[in-house]
């Protein structure tokens, strides 16, 4: 059974910063690539960060130059660096796990954090 269980929202400060983590469990996850979305309310899901197997990263615009994206495989574990925060990147998070294969595509999503940036 995948899951993928996400930590490290909350609460905080514009211009503050926080931690997310996602750990895997029930995949090979060195094969897959991890990704972080989010979804603010009345708002569609959107990428906020990808890192693929072998470590390449891509990033949403909106979030360039304050979020980093990393991936320890011996641990399993997907982190997500979000440093001077704004009031719009409130939302809930998600962790993604996907890879394709010739005859199938795999696609797991994790549960969600609420990330809320507010004074």
């Known amino acids: 059974q995948v899951q993928l269980v996400e930590s490290g929202g909350g609460l905080v400060q514009p211009g503050g910063s926080l931690r997310l983590s996602c750990a895997a469990s029930?995949?090979?996850?060195?094969?897959?690539?991890m990704g972080w979305y989010r979804q603010a309310p009345g708002k569609r899901r959107e990428l906020v960060a990808r890192i693929s197997s072998g470590a390449g990263t891509n990033y949403g615009d909106s979030v360039k130059g304050r979020f980093t994206i990393s991936r320890d495989n011996a641990k399993r574990t997907v982190y997500l660096q979000m440093n001077s925060l704004k009031p719009e990147d409130t939302g809930v998070y998600y962790c993604?796990?996907?890879?394709?294969?010739?005859?199938?595509?795999?696609?797991?999503w994790g549960q969600g954090t609420q990330v809320t940036v507010s004074s």
């Open positions: 993604n796990a996907a890879r394709s294969s010739p005859i199938k595509e795999y696609d797991y």
């Open positions: 029930g995949i090979i996850f060195s094969g897959y690539a």
